[in-house]
């Protein structure tokens, strides 16, 4: 069998063992538990009064002229204000929560042996590349689940779901879902390299809060690297929230090729690795 | 004769620690090899390497002719390395099917190898158990029947009955025993005694050198040595009375009533009715008479 086949389907069964994990086990359960918690309170407490505010001219007329210059003003042309503010919350907290459901790629299995269980069987390459495509279905359903409660959200306020809002719904997921595509992979750069989940995000968060600041400084003497800061993971995302429709995935090129670099940089972390 | 792991050279360092160093050595197919050293000796070192987990600072290790660890040898080499465990989350039985999906096998027929595999340890009733629910030993012998999915040529064991009660150790051996016609093993033991039932290849390792490399197959025909267990005390006169028989060349006592006598066959083939009717002449009573030394006689006695 050639070698990008085999690897491709070794992948294939990764990602599936994963979305097992999530659907199968008392851990994926919990964290469904925790996600649907996490997003009544958000529907609960902020999405569904927020809506009723946007739905406002008033209130519409007072934020374009406040923020209309920002270009936040295109916020409006969401078809409902859940979706708004779905896209607003999301893009803000998804990838800080992705960092915390996603550090545990590789590191438990590491700490306990699995993976040289696994090894004998299948590539390190396919590990990582099954486990980040497992994870990447993990928060599409955890991504699709909370649409779905946004969706009704709207639709019971609307009094029936549109085409529009069907579109938009799929927009945001498109979105989402590249903007976590970097953040992902950077996770399992970090748990390919230490055998705790926990000590791989506090080494994502110090080494982006570490590279940003750095970054910065640099920028400050040499203002002509300014462009550096673009390069960033998720620095599309300020990008993207004043934008809405398909437009918006003008901006996907950037996660997609930080993804392909950090996917090769946990390849070769795993592969150098004593198991 | 098939080459089947053939290593040249290796060498490994930890830090300023060398665990290996100039290890060469070949093992054809068939073998059953036994991997012996004291704590420390590079054992686990030298496994980690055949398994692919870990390379060597210089050299190389080849297995059926492809570097230790290539995609080649997915499913051709199985293992049970020390200390790896199953994932706490899922069942015995789901992560063998896994196992055997990855090994290329179909959903339905990983199912079935599950299942023949659990049953080689004795373990059918656990397969809906999840590891976490197992005794240690259980979980031993789960990790064993991991090693036997489908058709591995080569099987390497990290101490395979470490932890194990007495009668599923017996269980094990008589597992490797049975399958070691179509099956190659290097097992790695501290347990002489299992080692050398079912071995016929030695590798020694002592500071991450190779001290011996022995096979049965190749012994010198020009000395041969009987073991022999007095059912009294060694004394003078016994041994001053086998000294005498034609074809000695060697006696030494291993213990207080063990001796290893060491002779020539061809001066007298006769040599084991010689020591018999020598005991029986001087009314002296044996336990046993075995012939050939012990394992553990070969690797650290004198002689």
């Known amino acids: ?275 | 004769m098939n080459t089947i792991i053939q290593c040249q050279q290796l060498a490994k360092r930890f830090g300023s620690k060398t665990v290996l160093q100039q290890l060469s050595f070949e093992l054809h197919q068939g073998d059953v090899a036994a991997l012996i050293g004291p704590n420390g000796a590079g054992k686990t070192t030298l496994f980690s390497i055949l398994c692919g987990y870990l390379r060597p600072d210089i050299g190389n290790a080849r297995i059926f002719g492809h570097k230790a660890g290539s995609s080649a040898l997915f499913g051709k080499v199985a293992a049970l390395p020390q200390d790896a465990q199953f994932d706490p989350a899922f069942s015995i039985g789901e992560q063998l099917d896994f196992y055997g999906r990855l090994q290329g096998l179909s959903s339905k027929t990983a199912r079935e190898e599950s299942k023949r595999v659990l049953a080689l340890v004795d373990l059918t009733e656990q397969l809906q158990h999840k590891a976490g629910a197992l005794s240690h030993g259980m979980r031993k012998r789960a990790a064993i029947a991991q090693a036997f999915i489908g058709a591995p040529q080569l099987v390497l064991l990290d101490e395979p009955t470490a932890g194990l009660d007495p009668v599923n150790a017996l269980h094990i051996r008589q597992l490797i025993s049975r399958l070691s016609g179509e099956v190659s093993f290097m097992i790695s033991s501290h347990n002489i005694f299992e080692l050398e039932q079912l071995c016929n290849n030695v590798l020694y390792l002592e500071n991450g050198q190779l001290k011996q490399h022995s096979n049965s197959d190749n012994t010198v025909q020009q000395l041969q040595h009987l073991t022999l267990h007095l059912e009294q005390d060694n004394s003078d006169a016994i041994s001053a009375a086998l000294r005498q028989l034609p074809g000695l060349i060697d006696l030494h006592c291993a213990q207080r009533r063990e001796l290893v006598l060491s002779y020539n066959p061809q001066h007298n083939a006769d040599f084991d009715l010689a020591v018999l009717q020598c005991l029986a002449a001087n009314g002296w009573r044996y336990r046993n008479l075995t012939k050939g030394q012990t394992l553990e006689q070969k690797l650290f006695s004198p002689v």
């Open chain 1, 1 to 275: 069998m050639p070698k990008l086949i085999m690897t491709l389907q070794h992948a294939g069964l990764y990602a599936g063992f994963e979305l097992r994990r999530l659907w199968l086990t008392r851990r994926g359960l919990m964290t469904l538990a925790a996600t649907t918690v996490l997003w009544f309170f958000l529907l609960r407490y902020a999405i569904a009064p927020a809506s009723d505010l946007i739905a406002s001219e008033g209130f519409q007329q007072m934020f374009r002229d406040v923020f209309g210059a920002f270009g936040l003003s295109q916020l409006f042309a969401w078809p409902v204000p859940e979706l708004a503010i779905y896209w607003i919350l999301s893009l803000l907290l998804l990838p800080l929560l992705c960092l915390f459901f996603t550090a545990n790629q590789l590191c438990s299995d590491l700490e306990r042996g699995t993976l040289r269980l696994l090894a004998l069987r299948s590539s390190r390459l396919s590990i990582v590349l099954g486990r980040f495509s497992g994870q990447m279905l993990v928060q599409s359903c955890l991504i699709l689940l909370s649409l779905v409660a946004t969706l009704s959200l709207a639709a019971w306020r609307e009094g029936g779901l549109t085409l529009a809002m069907l579109n938009a719904a799929a927009i945001i997921a498109v979105n989402l879902l590249l903007v976590l595509l970097p953040f992902t992979a950077l996770m399992s750069c970090f748990s390919a390299m230490v055998r705790s989940s926990r000590l791989a995000v506090s080494l994502a968060i110090v080494s982006l809060g570490l590279a940003f600041v750095l970054l910065s400084t640099f920028v400050f003497y040499f203002p002509d690297f300014l462009f550096l800061l673009g390069y960033m993971p998720g620095t599309q995302v300020m990008q993207l929230l004043p934008m809405q429709g398909w437009q918006t995935l003008q901006h996907a090129m950037l996660p997609l090729l930080q993804t392909l670099v950090l996917l090769s940089g946990a390849t070769m972390l795993l592969t150098r690795k004593a198991l």
